[in-house]
């Protein structure tokens, strides 16, 4: 894949891509009818689709030449494809600009990190993952159990089905969008899940005011 190839999904990622399109209009009725933890977490499965569905077009391409099976099967990795993804289409303005260094460093920051730093954070902490367990299971320790509606609020899922939103949308993305995302995908690791910090997020989810009402944000 080259920065002026024509664009177009290999098979088996047009195959995913359309499995995280399904999910995502799953998760939409879920929402709808105000199913809203499982819904959130059918909203990170469909990030994690499409991410999957990048990596297998990345190497049909290419731009991979080792095997994906451990990476495809990582959902750290495939939440950070996604960010890298939002972060590299935040570079297409800057192309074929003239600029001195100090403006493109102060632009990249302003454009292309800072607008997207929760994604990317997210991301590398682990909380896609912990929504998507959260959404779906009830949770049990020594001390406690946590249901899926205590935990994921409406507001939560509004903000998670906009990321699986954008996120198939990316997957259909220009060629440099897929080149620069690919790099930094390399650049980085994605980090093994991290139980204590799942239950960080569980114990800071579980600390907030419940709704009032099942349509409060």
């Given at each position: 894949m080259n920065v002026d190839d024509d664009f177009?999904?290999?098979?088996?990622?047009?195959?995913?891509?359309?499995?995280?399109?399904?999910?995502?209009r799953d998760a939409k009725i879920l929402f709808d009818v105000?199913?809203?933890?499982?819904?959130?977490?059918l909203a990170c499965v469909s990030i994690e689709e499409a991410g999957k569905a990048c990596l297998i077009l990345w190497r049909d391409k290419g731009l991979i030449e080792r095997d994906i099976t451990k990476d495809?099967?990582?959902?750290?990795?495939?939440?950070?494809?996604?960010?890298?993804?939002?972060?590299?289409?935040s570079f297409v303005p800057l192309l074929g600009q003239k600029l001195e260094r100090?403006?493109?460093?102060?632009?990249?920051?302003?454009?292309?990190?800072?607008?997207?730093?929760?994604?990317?954070?997210?991301?590398?902490?682990?909380?896609?993952?912990?929504?998507?367990?959260?959404?779906f299971y009830v949770d049990i320790d020594d001390?406690?159990?946590?249901?899926?509606?205590?935990?994921i609020?409406?507001?939560d899922v509004e903000y998670l089905i906009a990321e699986a939103t954008l996120a198939v949308q990316l997957v259909r993305e220009i060629?440099?969008?897929?080149?620069?995302?690919?790099?930094?995908?390399?650049?980085?690791?994605?980090?093994?899940?991290?139980?204590?910090?799942?239950?960080k997020i569980r114990e800071m989810l579980a600390s907030r005011r419940a709704p009032a009402n099942p349509t409060e944000t």
């Open positions: 177009d999904l290999s098979p088996l990622s047009a195959l995913v891509l359309q499995n995280a399109e399904k999910v995502l105000g199913s809203y933890a499982t819904a959130g977490a495809i099967t990582n959902h750290a990795a495939k939440h950070r494809v996604f960010a890298g993804l939002k972060e590299a289409k100090k403006e493109v460093e102060e632009r990249i920051f302003s454009q292309v990190l800072e607008p997207n730093r929760e994604s990317s954070f997210l991301a590398k902490l682990g909380a896609y993952d912990a929504f998507k367990q959260y959404g001390r406690a159990h946590f249901q899926p509606e205590t935990l609020h409406r507001g060629p440099f969008v897929h080149l620069v995302a690919c790099g930094m995908y390399f650049s980085g690791k994605a980090p093994a899940r991290n139980p204590a910090m799942m239950r």
